[in-house]
């Protein structure tokens, strides 16, 4: 295709179509996160808290894979139709969950229709849109975000309160449904790149990839110790072979180029998201604050995330990806900083707009300027696996930070109500935040030769 618009024909409505798509997972996101500790609170089980979060995550690696590798082998409508109905059979089985663990397994079919929807939306903007208009448009899905950010964690937050914590799920099934009328036209008409060699493998991989990393966080929310070690060395054995095959070379030690821009967006969510999951928690059970506090906070953050994610659009080509990037991990490692600060009784629980607010606007940031740096190395043909790897990171990082954060608050040190464990997980995000800017050293600091011809 060859447009100077992502709103103009022949990309108009594709784009469109991508968008409505990212409003659909963005309401279930923000409402889930929002409701969680009262779901959590009727049905029991603390322990699983962050399973409802690393459950969505880890079957997404699956979900990722497989999308990226059948959207160059046969193209992206299908594997987003698949994607649709996945999702909606988990909005359906976590709204009629009548206990913990069947809410973690609606969360993981959720998470697998996730994978799949996201790789063909990042697969889409690689295969279709010029390397001039991929920040534009990754910046208008980030945008996508603004309403369910200014209405949904609100709403979810009234419907819990007001009628049940059900209904956040079970009133979200239309609205992908409604969103796949629309992209499928859109979808159909994109070309089909086939690269069997790069796709084949990549599910079996995905699979121990996502096995392995249950295993390993299933380890180590075990109280018996030789049991646990066996878990968490077995399963990290299984997920670091997997890891190794599906990433580019050299992404464990971030080496300059993109395995550095991979490895960074890898720690970027774990530290962001493995905060935010567990500051509701923080501020209804440890601050005894209402519903509506936790939504409000997410709203902020993802107001700030759309404006972080506009602002490396318009300075990028002049001022460079890397002091973006250190400067949107500088503003989030901030956020996450007072973040911890709600703990404290003298801090005032209302400040938690606030403070989510800088920690979105550091992640829109950093996230964009990764992800653009990333995805311009897709070459032809090989879109969907490029953003497999991109999403690959962003996904296991996530996932990584809440299954080890929810081990941690339910471990006996944290307290009842878990103050030592969030702090706990706060301080480790933190860390995390440094290890991101050691990573960022090797990004790449202006769009590559090749990427620009």
Not at 271 to 280: D, K, Q, Y
Request: proline share 6%.
């Amino acid at each position: 295709m060859s447009a100077t618009s992502i709103w103009k024909p022949p990309l108009g409505r594709l784009t469109l179509g991508l968008a409505l798509a990212v409003v659909a997972t963005a309401f279930e996101s923000l409402a889930v996160a929002t409701i969680l500790p009262t779901a959590t609170t009727q049905l029991g089980g603390l322990a699983l808290y962050g399973w409802a979060f690393s459950a969505f995550m880890l079957a997404s690696l699956i979900g990722i894979s497989v999308g990226g590798s059948q959207n160059d082998r046969a193209g992206p409508s299908l594997v987003f139709l698949a994607g649709i109905l996945l999702f909606v059979a988990g909005l359906v089985v976590s709204g009629l969950a009548s206990s913990m663990p069947i809410l973690v397994g609606g969360r993981t079919l959720q998470g697998a229709g996730a994978g799949l929807l996201s790789a063909v939306s990042y697969a889409a903007i690689a295969q279709a849109y010029a390397v001039d208009l991929q920040p534009r448009m990754l910046a208008t899905l980030s945008s996508a975000w603004v309403v369910p950010g200014l209405i949904g964690p609100g709403v979810a937050g009234l419907v819990a309160e007001h009628a049940s914590w059900r209904w956040v799920f079970l009133g979200l099934v239309p609205l992908p449904v409604i969103a796949a009328v629309l992209v499928l036209p859109a979808l159909r008409r994109l070309p089909v790149a086939t690269s069997p060699a790069e796709g084949s493998g990549r599910t079996w991989l995905a699979v121990q990839l996502g096995f392995g990393a249950s295993m390993g966080l299933v380890g180590i929310s075990l109280r018996t110790w030789e049991f646990a070690l066996l878990l968490l060395v077995t399963g990290s054995l299984v997920a670091v072979h997997a890891l190794r095959r599906l990433l580019p070379a050299g992404t464990g030690v971030a080496r300059a180029g993109l395995p550095a821009a991979i490895a960074s967006m890898a720690l970027l969510n774990f530290a962001f998201f493995g905060t935010e999951a567990f500051l509701p928690l923080a501020l209804s059970h440890v601050r005894r604050a209402p519903v509506l506090l936790s939504g409000a906070s997410l709203t902020a953050a993802a107001l700030t995330w759309t404006l972080g994610a506009w602002l490396p659009v318009r300075f990028a080509e002049r001022v460079g990806r890397r002091p973006i990037i250190f400067a949107g991990l500088g503003v989030l490692g901030a956020g996450l900083l007072g973040s911890l600060s709600l703990l404290f009784p003298s801090v005032p629980t209302a400040s938690a707009v606030f403070v989510w607010g800088v920690a979105g606007l550091g992640m829109g940031l950093a996230f964009a300027t990764t992800a653009a740096a990333i995805l311009e190395t897709a070459a032809p043909g090989h879109a969907g696996v490029a953003s497999s790897s991109l999403q690959l990171a962003q996904v296991l990082g996530a996932a990584l930070a809440t299954g080890a954060g929810g081990a941690i608050v339910a471990a006996p040190f944290a307290g009842d109500p878990p103050i030592l464990g969030i702090g706990a997980v706060d301080l480790l995000m933190v860390a995390a935040v440094a290890l991101a800017m050691l990573a960022a050293r090797g990004v790449p600091n202006a769009r590559s030769a090749s990427a620009a011809q």
